[in-house]
Nanobody, 119 residues
Framework: QVQLVESGGGLVQPGGSLKLSCAASGSIFGIYAMGWYRQAPGKQRELVASITRGGTTNYADSVKGRFTISRDNAKNTANLQMNSLKPEDTAVYYC?????????????WGQGTQVTVSS
């Protein structure tokens, strides 16, 4: 079992920055990748950024060059540094962890945190 605890989120001005953090606990050795998804009103959930256990990163085109995902030494925490924020970044952001084959590729989710970019 994996539990995800998120922190961060809130209200920020356009052009500002915000950092989200997600800490995984439990069977962390079974995690293949961690990442962040977001869902805006009227939109489908989309992948924002992900990072594998080996350090391979993936970003949505809309956030490339502005957002950076990172992990700690134990590979049990994923951070999302968000810079140059735009109103269209407003969404509920969800932390995600993907298990390896031994976990039957199970997905784990955080509770979600609201990010609002507005003047």
């Amino acid at each position: 079992q994996v539990q995800l605890v998120e922190s961060g989120g809130g209200l920020v001005q356009p052009g500002g920055s915000l950092k989200l953090s997600c800490a995984a606990s439990g069977s962390i050795f079974g995690i293949y990748a961690m990442g962040w998804y977001r869902q805006a009103p009227g939109k489908q959930r989309e992948l924002v950024a992900s990072i594998t256990r080996g350090g391979t990163t993936n970003y949505a085109d809309s956030v490339k060059g502005r957002f950076t995902i990172s992990r700690d030494n134990a590979k049990n925490t994923a951070n999302l540094q968000m810079n140059s924020l735009k109103p269209e970044d407003t969404a509920v952001y969800y932390c995600n962890a993907k298990g390896e084959a031994t976990t039957q590729y199970r997905n784990y989710w955080g509770q979600g945190t609201q990010v609002t970019v507005s003047s």
